[in-house]
């Protein structure tokens, strides 16, 4: 695990494998790089040389300000540290390069200098705070360092030349390293790249490693491990308590399903908030199943519950005055002779019976499952986390999600998003696609047969508010875009999984909390 340390001595005296520093684009029509506040030490050492000084050799070198873009310049004694690391901020905020960054901006510009630097030892952020309130900035720097040092373990038998391990040791420069303030920002991010790194981790194992049992137990002694209460419900507990949506989608596999339950509940909490995570292990589609090409990719189908799972971690180290209690539905859809069908009626958890129309709208049985019985511990809140439908990605693409639900609640959740960095954008529930689930046999259609795969990100939404009880404000958040990427790293994001949105929740949790 990377470590994060405060500092505030000049910068140019830092002992450090390099030293990293922020620059501008270029404002306006003026073609010169700006150096960002904060690197005016180690500008005045490196002084004019021929050709100019620090600004006009990065610039010479191709560095040109955009964000995220790293340039490295080897200090040749200028500096203590060996390499000074230039990393671009993006244009200056209203052109003043006086203005501190926003908060995205300092977090895609530390993860970028965190991956550029892995195989190093130690690394300095010299990147430009408010003076007046730098909390702000040190959470999104640390932040951003700790989750552009990911790297997934893997199972290579050989080692590889250009694999380099993360970055040990990050200092992070302020103004006053004995600042209360600063130190809790920098106390809360490296909890958050704990368990956004944990997230990542389950997301990213092989799913032959992490079907619903094996899931369940890791999910269960981390929680444990926390402190926190834990029940496990296995199949035959399942059956017994009548969670026919989740027991429906594991009939095809050898692996059965689990439902974990993990409770928060400080004295004297007033406020209670539900968490719920799809956990589909795998997921070949079932009997309607997926074309072959990238479905490997499903593997990641249990970022909603990972996701949980590792917020209520956060959660723990935290402490907020808020009870919270995640449920994490696991399963894993397969093709068999005992497999789900369409055509199937399925009674729900809540009594309700739904007729299966597409096994590979699976996701959504066994939310309702965990949805309704989330509900019977009254919460106040829902927030619902799933990669639940492809409609999310043709409707937002593939680093916003989408959220539907009480328009208030997922007013909050936009909100949320825009300051951890993990975009959402709320989205409609309308009756006619409700009205298209009618079924003639049952209670309700799984999917709306009429529209097709038209509208498919919100018939998922209208079919899970089937479940949630009147009276509980709650948001569903589809993450089927955001919750793994499989491009090429960028910021702080490498291939794989995200851990989008552990971040957003426990910043709408510590909200409530202070409420």
């Not at 977090?107 to 195989?119: D, H, N």
């Not at 209360?180 to 368990?195: D, F, M, P, T």
């Not at 004295?267 to 589609?285: N, S």
Request: with cysteine; aromatic share 6%; proline share 6%.
């Amino acid at each position: 695990m990377t470590s994060l340390t405060l500092v505030d001595t000049d910068p140019a005296g830092l002992a450090a494998d390099a030293i990293v520093i922020g620059v501008y684009a270029p404002a306006g029509g003026d073609a010169k790089l700006l150096l960002a506040p904060g690197a005016e030490s180690v500008a005045a050492a490196f002084g004019d040389r021929p050709g100019g000084g620090l600004a006009e050799t990065l610039w010479a070198l191709g560095a040109t300000g955009a964000l995220g873009e790293v340039t490295k310049l080897a200090a040749f004694g200028a500096v203590k540290a060996p390499i000074v690391v230039a990393v671009g901020l993006g244009a200056p905020v209203d052109g003043d390069e006086g203005r501190t960054p926003p908060a995205e901006s300092l977090r895609r510009a530390a993860g970028a200098a965190a991956r550029a630097l892995a195989g190093s030892a130690s690394m300095a952020l010299v990147l430009p705070l408010d003076e007046a309130e730098p909390s702000a900035g040190v959470r999104a720097v640390a932040e951003g360092a700790l989750l552009g040092a990911y790297r997934f373990a893997g199972y290579k038998s050989k080692p590889s030349a250009s694999r380099r391990d993360p970055v040990r040791k990050v200092l992070v420069h302020v103004p006053d390293a004995g600042s209360k303030a600063a130190k809790a920002a920098l106390k809360r991010s490296g909890v958050l790249g704990a368990v956004v790194g944990r997230t990542r981790d389950w997301i990213n194992t092989a799913p032959n490693e992490l079907r619903p049992p094996q899931f369940a137990e890791q999910v269960a002694a981390a929680a444990r491990d926390a402190a926190l209460d834990v029940t496990v419900l296995d199949e035959k507990a399942l059956a017994r308590q009548g969670y026919g949506g989740i027991l429906a989608v594991g009939l095809g596999s050898a692996a059965a399903p689990r439902l974990v339950r993990i409770a928060y509940e400080p004295a004297g909490a007033t406020r209670r908030v539900a968490l719920v995570g799809k956990g589909i292990t795998f997921d070949t589609g079932g009997v309607s199943i997926k074309p072959g090409a990238g479905m490997w990719e499903m593997k990641s189908d249990m970022s909603g519950a990972a996701a949980v799972a590792a917020t209520m971690l956060a959660i723990a180290q935290l402490k907020p005055k808020v009870a919270v209690v995640a449920y994490a539905p696991m399963a894993e859809n397969m093709v068999s002779g005992s497999a789900y069908r369409p055509g199937d009626v399925v009674k729900m958890y809540s009594g309700a019976q739904v007729e299966v129309l597409n096994t590979d709208a699976e996701g959504r049985m066994i939310l309702g499952d965990a949805i309704a019985r989330a509900c019977e511990d009254e919460p106040d809140y829902l927030f619902e986390v799933s990669t639940l439908t492809g409609g999310q990605v043709i409707a937002l693409g593939k680093r916003i999600a989408g959220v539907m639900g009480t328009p208030e609640l997922c007013e909050r959740v936009r909100d949320a998003g825009e300051r951890a960095g993990e975009p959402a954008w709320p989205m409609p529930l309308p009756e006619d696609v409700r009205k298209g689930m009618d079924s003639e046999v049952a209670d309700i259609s799984q999917v709306n047969s009429g529209m097709d795969r038209a509208g498919h990100m919100l018939q998922g939404g209208v079919f899970l508010s089937e479940f949630v009880a009147e009276g509980v404000q709650w948001a569903h958040i589809d993450i089927a875009g955001p919750s793994y990427h499989s491009g090429e790293p960028f910021g702080y994001w490498s291939k794989g999984g995200t851990g989008v949105p552990v971040r957003t929740l426990v910043e709408l949790i510590e909200e409530i909390a202070a409420e």
